[in-house]
């Protein structure tokens, strides 16, 4: 009886282990969700709230919009490595296997296509549908790699979706869906993963 | 009972030959090496188990060149999946 027990872990765990993108840390999230949450009120508090009154044409508070954004992706991502391949070596997981790169490959190419798609927007002046795209494209991406990885990222996808979709109707508060989505949901997923699989 | 006991494969009493058949299960191909991390063993000793499923059928190898190196890849066949699916159906009843 023991023995069959014992078994049945053992091919569980095997199975998860050889098939799984493990290594992923929820304080990942966590310091995501934080970068995601300044990098929302920078643009904000300085851009957003009264637009025209800084010193700055349209087109630079654009680049300057887009520089915010592409430090808060650079600074999650690096993050994200960061934490999750120390996990890999608390945990003895090999960081970069089959289920690793099908995570990346499955997450980047909805993700890739929502990023170019917003360039786009930017430039062509709707910035207002902005925050819904990226949130809709992420929760895309991130319900495509879920089945490589924990199960909680597809439920954190479809939270996204659904946050886009609100953003897409309540245009002009779209800012506040992106913080929900990108700051706390992050923040809240990372914690309930970093407690269910990271302090075992 | 008895009847049940009797629906466990011998070939898989072994936790080695557990794992590989665990790994190839839900992966359609592995290589050598990357079945030796994964169950922590050395070279000796994975080979004589994957000799003996391969022996049985239960998996099968391919050898293919990666640049001059020599790369096997291991997969499931078949035969190993019903057996592998047998064996754990009886295990679960076993635990019910």
Redesign the interface.
């Known amino acids: 009886?023991e023995k069959?027990?014992e078994?049945?872990k053992?091919?569980?765990e095997?199975?998860e282990?050889?098939?799984k993108f493990l290594s992923l840390s929820g304080l990942a999230g966590i310091t995501a969700g934080i970068t995601a949450i300044v990098g929302a009120s920078f643009a904000y508090f300085y851009l957003l709230r009264y637009p025209g009154a800084t010193d700055f044409n349209r087109f630079q508070e654009m680049i300057i919009l887009l520089a915010d954004a592409m430090l808060v992706l650079i600074i999650s991502i690096g993050f994200a490595l960061y934490f999750s391949w120390k996990k890999a070596k608390k945990k003895k997981l090999?960081f970069i296997?089959?289920a690793t790169l099908s995570t990346i490959y499955n997450l980047g190419i909805p993700l890739l296509t929502g990023g170019i798609f917003s360039l786009i927007l930017l430039f062509r002046g709707n910035v207002e549908i902005i925050a819904s795209n990226t949130l809709l494209f992420y929760g895309l991406g991130l319900v495509n790699a879920s089945k490589y990885t924990f199960e909680e990222i597809h439920y954190l996808g479809i939270t996204e979706i659904i946050l886009g979709i609100a953003a897409a109707i309540f245009l002009y508060h779209g800012i506040i869906f992106w913080t929900i989505g990108f700051g706390v949901c992050h923040i809240v997923y990372g914690a309930i993963m970093y407690k269910k699989y990271d302090l075992k | 009972m008895a009847n049940i006991i009797s629906n466990l494969n011998k070939a898989f009493d072994s936790?080695i030959r557990?794992?590989i058949m665990?790994?190839l299960?839900?992966?359609d191909s592995?290589d050598f090496n990357?079945l030796k991390?994964?169950?922590e063993l050395t070279d000796g000793n994975l080979a004589s188990h994957i000799k003996a499923l391969e022996s049985l059928e239960y998996i099968q190898s391919s050898k293919q060149f990666i640049g001059r190196k020599p790369n096997t890849q291991y997969a499931i066949t078949d035969e190993g999946r019903r057996s592998f699916q047998e064996h754990?159906n009886a295990?679960?009843q076993?635990?019910r």
């Open positions: 009886m069959q027990l078994d049945i053992a091919i569980r095997m199975m282990k050889s098939s090999k296997n089959k | 936790r557990l794992g665990s790994v299960m839900v992966n592995v990357t991390e994964l169950l754990l295990l679960e076993l635990i």
